[in-house]
């Protein structure tokens, strides 16, 4: 029977849930893939934790060294996440002639440029489901069952956090704050939230997900990213009213005007399967010109569905004699003749407060319509404060500038004012 | 560049679309995939057709002999549909040292044991994303994403044809018979619809399903299999009234006591991600024990999304050098060892037509307690013709034999009449 060595760089919580998985089954695997996994070396500073697990004393080491030396290893898993240590851990790894499997999303947004050649010139696998959306099968399907597709659309909920935030929002009605508060008390936020809520996450991710379909480098500098913080419970409220649900949403569209890239709160009709995708649980939409629609969901993140995907790579390394690499030029920087569509076209959803008088409505939209921007749905609500009323607005398609040129025109007027603006995808 | 010449046996509605998108392609394969992919013959005794289709003249072939001799044929793809012919020339393929592409589900299903041992002993590829559920990667996502799980179950919504009736039953409120004529009146149904409402292409498709989850052979022949025949439009609206959505099924767990397979007419939860799986489409939702809940969602079937399958597994064996097997014994029976399980756990909906007087429902569920049945929901209506009133029953979980002893017993008694049971999931 064939075996395999393992290594895992960090015993966290994805760390932890892979040793878990490769060790409770280990007999299934020789079993079933006719391939006898072993960890056998750890590398975890808190040598405490990795006993707990279960890990022999023996294998616990804190030398990432010793593990490039150890012939017994041949896959090494990389779950320590952020940039450094982790890049020369790998680079060290792969120069050993070993395998590795990586978690590490902005590791191999940033760096699979350098990383992935380095992979090459060894030989040596380098896998990276994990990277993006947990236990959600994506970056496979994207490599090995699609590729026949051109890619034109993928649209993602790609980050748990800000998605367990706005389904509580929504639900309860609590405000962004004390969600977000609550959420860290669960462990669904991190202390420092940065990365989830202003979507340098779901950037990151996109940037991988958007350079495999379509077939070139999507570097994370050229995603227009927007996050959470701004959201509002009246927006949830008054977009609900109008037949939609609020999603962080990562948009990927490769278009004949080139390819647009975005991370940003969006309104989705309640009636498209992304608008069912609720707490934790992420998904991605992604439209081919043979296969159509496909939906991938699942967990996008924890200990255990992470852990899956990582083990699936390590299987998948295991069972497979030679390896693949990017077919498109991985670069630092996109290719110059890529064009990137900053101008992107959307439906946006308006919220104004306005004097509670005649004919104010009238004027907006003939203001917006000086920008060739059309009306689709009107809320004019009468509940507001100190003689005001907010006006919701859902426009038809138009251009982004159109509307931040329009938005602007009105809140110089002084008639209304526009207290927030979202896109909308219906 | 790497070279590849496909054959495609039968240019019918797949291997149309097959031909259509390796011929549209080829530029984009070349340019990112590094391969070049040509169609170098067809089987197909329909001159006119593959004409149609744009096929050279020269490349139109009858005789799969010539296939096999000629050395520029790499991969056959064979789109033919049933067991014979189909049978013998992916058997002469294989053995004339071609590659395998196949979108048939019978003829994977019941003898994928005899096809692939011949496949091994020549060292070729043998692919089958295209047996199961079209466009969506369902076996790739089993082979290479989750082969690290113990799955625990799979339920999938795998036949476009029987989903588009239960869809429009449910939304127009039209009769079974007068729906099927229009769905094949669309092209959504076939002349001859057995295979599909009487679940026969649902039960292939989950014994190839269920084999590669469950690491082991199930045989069509141990799947429990019900149609749509039989539905009627009262169940659907009492269904919907308690909060259910009727769907055709393909239920597999893996646990205990054993593996259950079955097919049949189930009630799903309206907040169940399978419950909004609507018209054509198709999804199959995935348990496993670290990767938690996987759905994946698309196309079940259709030239294009079928097409982009097949192409997916003929670029994979193209950019892969070597082939794997099933890693279980791929035998034609069940292995001796597997218990399959026949008196299987569920909920029910039963539905009761009973003299519309007091004391008739006490009766039933008494009855029902003589089995150890108990009631989660009821709906008394007062509705029924000639003194006799509808009874709708949600039974708790229990044992399927349990209800049919209680069924045949309410109707021995004759106080009420048992119309019909559904089985429900949650």
């Known amino acids: 029977m064939k075996k395999v060595g393992v290594a895992i760089l960090g015993l966290g919580v994805v760390g932890g849930g892979t040793y878990k998985i490769l060790t409770e089954h280990k007999e299934f695997y020789k079993k079933n893939h006719g391939v006898e996994i072993t960890v056998e070396s750890v590398l975890e500073t808190n040598r405490q934790r990795a006993l707990e697990l279960g890990v022999d004393e023996s294998k616990i080491c804190n030398n990432v060294a010793e593990i490039c030396s150890n012939p017994e290893v041949d896959i090494v898993v990389e779950v320590i996440g952020g940039v450094e240590p982790a890049k020369s851990f790998v680079i060290a790894a792969l120069n050993s002639g070993k395998s590795v499997v990586t978690s590490n999303k902005e590791l191999f947004c940033k760096y699979s440029h350098e990383i992935e050649k380095i992979a090459k010139k060894n030989g040596v696998g380098l896998f990276y489901e994990a990277t993006c959306v947990g236990g959600v099968p994506v970056i496979r399907t994207l490599l090995d069952s699609l590729q026949g597709n051109k890619i034109t659309s993928m649209m993602g909920i790609i980050n748990g956090t800000t998605n367990y935030i706005l389904t509580k929002m929504s639900e309860c009605g609590s405000p962004y704050g004390e969600v977000l508060k609550e959420a860290q008390k669960l462990g669904y936020a ?160 308006i919220r104004l407060s306005a004097e509670d008088k005649a004919g104010v409505l009238a004027k907006v939209t003939s203001l917006l319509s000086k920008y060739s921007i059309s009306v689709s749905q009107v809320n004019q609500e009468n509940c507001g404060t100190a003689g005001t009323a907010p006006i919701i607005l859902i426009t038809h398609i138009t251009k982004e500038n159109n509307v931040k040129k329009a938005v602007a025109d009105i809140n110089a007027t002084g008639f209304a004012k526009v207290e927030n603006y979202i896109r909308v995808v219906s």
Chains 1, 2 share one sequence.
């Open 190 to 349: 991190e202390a420092d939230s940065t990365a989830d809520v202003e979507g340098y996450d779901a950037a990151y991710k996109l940037s991988i997900l958007s350079s495999l379909s379509f077939h070139t480098k999507i570097p994370y500098t050229e995603i227009y990213r927007e996050g959470i913080k701004d959201i509002n419970n009246a927006d949830i409220v008054y977009g609900k009213q109008l037949g939609y649900v609020l999603k962080l949403l990562a948009i990927g569209k490769n278009g004949e005007n080139g390819i647009e890239v975005r991370v940003h709160p969006t309104f989705i009709k309640s009636s498209h399967p992304l608008a069912g995708v609720n707490d934790s649980y992420n998904a991605v939409y992604i439209t081919g010109d043979s296969v159509e629609d496909v939906m991938l969901y699942g967990r996008g993140a924890g200990a255990m569905p992470t852990g899956s995907a990582i083990v699936g790579d390590i299987i998948y390394c295991a069972t497979h004699p030679t390896h693949n690499y990017s077919t498109f030029k991985n670069t630092e920087k996109a290719d110059p003749a890529t064009k990137f569509v900053k101008n992107f076209e959307s439906a946006y959803y």
